[in-house]
């Protein structure tokens, strides 16, 4: 197999790979949005308590009657499962967006590889003279 077929088809083949990083960063991208934006509850022992999603919480210990002194326990421990439960979901939406960056970035490198397989492949050699 000749030079030229080889470097075609390593461009062909780096363009494939640029557009599977790119549909691949776009699903981890939406997938992060997707657990950010998304209504979640929080069992407990009694009932099922609405704590909202990463970008809107709802703070259940507005469950509290109004007469009463101080939030009740189990308010309290559902606040708190739903708290760590949303920071939960808030790093690994994060993660997921790092990641999707990462993958756009390196599909914006891969033409640039193979412009420059291109280019060598186009250049002539030309015989050293003095």
């Keep these: 197999m000749d030079r030229a077929r080889v470097t075609s088809a390593a461009v062909a083949g780096a363009g494939a790979t640029g557009i599977i990083l790119l549909l691949f960063a776009a699903v981890t991208v939406f997938s992060s949005f ?5 209504d979640f509850t929080r069992p407990t022992r009694t009932r099922d ?7 809107k ?4 210990r507005n469950l509290t009657p109004p007469r009463a002194i101080r939030v009740p326990p189990p308010l309290l421990n559902a606040f708190g499962k739903c ?16 990641l999707g960056a ?4 390196g599909a ?15 250049r002539r050699k030309r ?4």
Excluded: F, M
């Design 34 to 38: 997707t657990v950010t934006a998304t």
């Design 57 to 60: 919480p709802e703070d259940v």
């Design 127 to 130: 015989p050293y003279t003095v």
């Design 108 to 122: 914006l490198a891969v033409p640039a590889v193979g412009r420059n397989l291109r280019r060598r492949r186009n």
């Design 49 to 55: 308590y609405a704590c909202g999603s990463v970008w």
């Design 83 to 98: 708290e760590r439960l949303r920071t939960r979901r808030s790093h690994r939406a994060t993660a997921e967006l790092v």
């Design 102 to 105: 990462v993958l756009v970035i």
